[in-house]
Structures are given as structure tokens and as C-alpha cells.
């Protein structure tokens, strides 16, 4: 005797309600959790990202190329300063940032205060991220605004916490 097994596909996802998570502004993978917590039924997030496009609903991730304008190295993709600079966009975004994330970028921002710095990142470096001098009128957000060349001021950094 063979078996058979049949397994129901879960019911497709509901676009109104896939619309109004995404207004809330969360990710692909969090809009997955609240659908299981809400129907019971696990999507995967390649699901959720097609029907989103399907629908004609806006992206729900933030890009970053102009918080982090640099080409990273798969090494410095996740570090702190990397986190915080995204952290950021999507602040900027107006998207929500968890109380852990909002507690780190507040700090973030203050060191960058503290020190009158921005953020500046040289791949060639095998730590990759330094602090520069913020130059007064040219670089207002976080970061070294790019320009062609060498960036003046000297190089320097403190640790990670």
C-alpha cells in the first residue's frame, strides 16, 4: 500500500491585510510572524515579498545607499557602525526601530557628538570603519560626506562597545 501524503497549502495571504502590515512598516520576515500569529497558517517571506509585488504594495525595506554610500566588505556588513548607519535610514525613514536599536543609535549619536565626528568608511582597511573630524558645513549627518580622494583630517577611532 502506498501512501500519500496531502498537505493543504495554507489560504493565499490577504492583500488588505498584507497592505496594513506593511503601512506598520515591517519587514518581509515580520509581516511572516504576525500572518502565523494572525491565521495561524507560516508563510515564507519569498511568499509574502511575491504577493507585495503582485499587489502593487511599496517596498516595506528602507535602502540605505545614502547612509552607507560605500561598497562594504562582507566582513563590515554587520558591525556596529554598519547597524547603527542603517538604524538610522530607517529612522529617517520613518520606519519604527526596536527599544534596543533606539537605545543604541541614541548612544551612537551621542559618542559622534561628543567627539564632534562622523562616520567614514575605507574598505582597503581591515577594520574598514573610522571617525573623522566633522567638517562644519559640509558634513551634517552622521557620516563623511563623500568626496573625490583622500579624506583630510586624521583618522581615528575608538572602540566598539
Not at 126 to 153: H, M, S, Y
Amino acid at each position: 500500500m502506498t501512501r500519500t501524503h496531502t498537505r493543504t497549502a495554507p489560504a493565499p495571504i490577504d492583500v488588505p491585510q498584507l497592505r496594513q502590515l506593511s503601512r506598520e512598516g515591517l519587514s518581509a520576515s515580520q509581516i511572516v510572524d504576525r500572518l502565523e500569529s494572525l491565521t495561524g497558517h507560516r508563510y515564507s517571506v519569498t511568499a509574502v515579498i511575491r504577493r507585495q509585488r503582485g499587489a502593487g504594495i511599496p517596498r516595506t525595506t528602507v535602502q540605505h545607499a545614502r547612509a552607507i554610500p560605500w561598497r562594504l566588505r562582507p566582513e563590515h556588513m554587520w558591525t556596529h557602525w554598519a547597524r547603527m548607519l542603517r538604524a538610522a535610514s530607517r529612522e529617517g525613514a520613518g520606519r519604527p526601530l526596536t527599544k534596543t536599536d533606539a537605545r543604541a543609535l541614541t548612544a551612537f549619536r551621542k559618542m559622534l557628538d561628543d567627539h564632534d565626528a562622523v562616520v567614514y568608511y575605507d574598505r582597503d582597511t581591515t577594520r574598514g570603519w573610522w571617525l573623522l573630524p566633522r567638517r562644519a558645513g559640509v558634513d551634517l549627518g552622521l557620516i563623511r560626506e563623500p568626496t573625490d580622494g583622500v579624506p583630510n583630517g586624521r583618522r581615528y577611532f575608538l572602540p566598539e562597545e
